[in-house]
């Protein structure tokens, strides 16, 4: 069994790189490496430097350039700095090829997150998910990579003839895969018959970006405590709560946050997580609206709800951290009369783009909860005179 270690530990310092595409503006690639930044800071390394390049492709040997690679190491030198983080998907052979040249451990934006899913993984299910995303993340990238796997037992008689050490490894891993794909079935299948038996009442889901506040909103909407911090993805089990507005009850429940780049396996392996999302009956879409790219946001959101076959689903886009984004957008100087004119025609604006589905709130500092408390209500009973015409079981 492979040995999995942390990537990152308390206090190591970390150099960040990107790369900026045909497709990309500097603006962006500056976005990117901040998010980078706090993924690193969230799984406990600090960002202390940062490298771009344009290129219209990565360099299939190194990723960025030589010249831009000799500038990386020609920083590390002397520094006790202990990892060096691309902000893009590597390949086996060109962590090989960067760890030869720079003699820093080097990682790239997939293991990263892996890590921290890793870290924050509470519940036997979401244990085996993550491993499950760790193991298909490293099959492809074995050669090179690791010189020694554990073997699970040896000798003579347990090897083909003229299998290699690499193809041993691979077959390895490859078991482990198909042994995890087999226990996260089981717990799919639990899983599933917990959610039948919840009858027949409405469910709702929080979804969005991860870190937009959705874990406060629990909080608040169903008076309870919900785990909520401010680092990415705090929440990676799905909480449900059954709450009761005016005494219409329904099911809400709290999800993974998306984020761009995610990787592919954790998408695949997450899937029995997302369910929630699929199943639900209505979506609540969270938007921190105090981040500068909060569209963009939006957009990789929507993008993985078409993925899941859940984008047609009825959505209200609740426009969270307004008083954030007051703070960030409004000089203090500003007339109260053009500052409550640019707040309408945001408002304006997104109530075009979501048919009239939207409201603005803060969940910390309580604003206008109490809208959102009524547009929910009138969305779940609307769905349960749909669902239940005949019957007046809720109010």
């Keep these: 069994m492979i040995e999995k270690k942390k990537l990152v530990t308390q206090e190591e310092k970390a150099v960040l790189v990107g790369l900026i595409q045909k497709d990309q503006t500097n603006e962006q690639v500056t976005e990117y490496l901040d998010e980078l930044a706090f993924l690193s800071e969230t799984a406990g390394a600090i960002a202390v430097k940062r490298f771009t390049q344009k290129l219209a492709h990565p360099d299939s040997r190194t990723f960025v350039g030589k010249g831009k690679l000799e500038e990386i190491r020609d920083y590390l030198a002397g520094k006790n700095i202990q990892l060096v983080i691309f902000d893009d998907e590597l390949t086996g052979s060109q962590i090989t090829n960067i760890e030869k040249e720079l003699k820093v451990k080097t990682i790239d934006r997939s293991d990263l997150i892996l890590d921290i899913f890793a870290s924050r993984a ?87 970006y991860t870190n937009v506040g959705k874990s406060t909103l629990m909080t608040l909407l169903s008076k309870s405590e919900v785990f909520a911090e401010n680092k990415l993805f705090a929440t990676l089990d799905t909480t449900t709560r059954k709450i009761v507005f005016e005494n219409t009850p329904f099911l809400l429940s709290d999800t993974v946050g998306f984020i761009r780049k995610l990787p592919h396996h954790l998408v695949e392996s997450f899937k029995s997580t997302l369910d929630e999302v699929r199943e639900a009956d209505i979506l609540l ?67 075009i783009e979501t048919g009239g589905n939207c409201v603005f709130v803060s969940a910390v500092a309580k604003m206008n909860i109490d809208a959102l408390r009524d ?11 749909i669902r239940y015409p005949y019957k007046t079981l809720y109010y």
């Excluded at 193991?135 to 796997?149: E, S």
């Excluded at 939006?298 to 008083?323: R, S």
């Excluded at 109260?336 to 004119?341: I, R």
């Design 122 to 208: 509470r519940t036997a299910q979401a244990k085996v998910q993550v491993e499950l995303a760790q193991y298909q993340y490293l099959l492809p990238r074995l050669k090179g990579m690791w010189k020694h796997l554990e073997r699970q037992g040896g000798g003579i008689g347990t090897r083909g003839p003229g299998e290699t050490e690499i193809e041993t490894d691979r077959r390895i891993v490859k078991d482990k895969i198909a042994l995890l794909r087999k226990r996260l079935a089981e717990i799919d299948k639990q899983a599933f018959t917990q959610r039948k038996e919840r009858g027949e009442l409405i469910r709702v889901a929080l979804v969005g």
């Design 285 to 351: 879409h969270v938007v921190d609206t105090s981040h500068p790219q909060y569209e963009e946001q939006i957009g990789v959101v929507n993008k993985t709800l078409q993925e899941l076959k859940a984008f047609e689903k009825p959505i209200l886009t609740i426009f969270n951290k307004m008083d954030l984004y007051e703070e960030r957008i409004f000089d203090e100087w500003l007339e109260s009369a053009v500052k409550e004119e640019l707040l309408k025609e945001l408002k304006e604006k997104w109530d």
């Design 375 to 385: 547009l929910i209500l009138q969305k779940v009973r609307d769905l349960y005179q």
